[in-house]
Structures are given as C-alpha cells and as structure tokens.
C-alpha cells in the first residue's frame, strides 16, 4: 500500500517574487547568443562537474557536484535571485518552448517535497496569457517574476499557444527546512 502524500497541495506559489523586466533584460542578452531552435530548449546555467563513483540514482542531488557555466557568472541578476534561496542549488537551466510548442503530459518521479530530497522551483520569465501549465488537470497560473513550487511526480504539460516563447527559470534545490517551510506557507490556492 503505497502511503499517502504528507503535504495535501500539489502547487505552492512562494512569498518570494523577483524583478521580471530585470529577468526579462538579462535574459534576452542570453538567448539572443544562442542558436535558433525548433520545439524546445535547454540553457544550463550549472552543469555536472563530475559524477560520484558508485552512484547510480541521478535523482539523488549528491551524484554529482553542480557548478555555475561561464554564462551564470555573466547573470549578476539571476545570482541575485539564487542567492535568496537558502537551500543548496543544483541544476539550474533556462527553458524555453517555442510558439505552438508543447511539452505532452509526463511525470517526473523524483521531484516530490513528500521525499525530501530534491525538487524544482520555477521562475516565468517570459509568458503570456496563452501558455498553459497544466498540473494534475488544472492550469497553474505562472505569472512572470513569481517563485513556484509544483509537485512534478504528478502529471504536468505545457502548451505555448502564443506568439512568442516562453522562457522559465528552472531551480533544482536540495530540500531543507527552510524551503519546506517556504512551500507550506505559500499561497497554494491558485
């Protein structure tokens, strides 16, 4: 018998936002260096610097040590915003899907707070009205600037049905006390 979920919510819009014109600026510097793309697209901010011997479950935050690119150290912004995360950061990207692009219904098991290890927060960056992240069936509204947490062991999608891409900010942190109470005490009625 599988136990149920200790934290009943499956979204949490966190108390933390950040400047979206700042983002928006100094993410537009990055993406105009980048090839043009066709769907989806992945902009790593940390990468992997060597893998630990005899670890083999890659949803263990510990089975590498994560470092900041060349290209984070350019991002004085995006540090800034890290840096008011008081948790350990380990993959850190910018992920872009184009216009009309869809990401189809998946679940990532890993990435759960009733585990404890390791999860994902979001950042929008570049949105609009048209793109929709669909979480257990209902659209989570990610507004630009805002700091989120969503439980992706769940079923989720996203549809950009406008214009322009959309661009979000994507933290994976290692799971203490102080990002759980974050997550407890934010907003997850939207």
Not at 70 to 75: E, G, N
């Amino acid at each position: 018998m599988i136990a149920p979920p200790a934290f009943e919510f499956d979204r949490s819009r966190l108390a933390l936002s950040y400047d979206a014109s700042r983002l928006q600026q100094e993410i537009g510097d990055i993406v105009q260096g980048f090839p043009p793309y066709i769907h989806y697209s992945v902009i790593p901010l940390t990468e992997a610097a060597e893998r630990k011997v005899g670890v083999t479950d890659f949803s263990d935050p510990d089975w590498t040590t994560w470092v900041e690119t060349p290209l984070l150290k350019r991002c004085a912004y995006i540090n800034e915003v890290l840096n008011t995360l008081l948790c350990r950061k380990t993959n850190v990207r910018l992920l872009r899907l184009e216009p009309g692009g869809e990401l189809k219904e998946h679940c990532d098991p890993q990435l759960n707070l009733d585990f404890r290890k390791q999860i994902r927060l979001h950042v929008p960056v570049v949105t609009s009205p048209h793109v929709d992240f669909i979480l257990n069936g209902k659209v989570v509204p990610l507004l630009p600037g805002e700091l989120w947490y969503l439980r992706l062991s769940d079923p989720h999608s996203v549809c950009n049905n406008g214009q322009s891409e959309r661009i979000q900010l994507s933290i994976d942190v290692v799971v203490n006390e102080w990002i759980e109470k974050m997550i407890v005490d934010g907003d997850a009625s939207r």
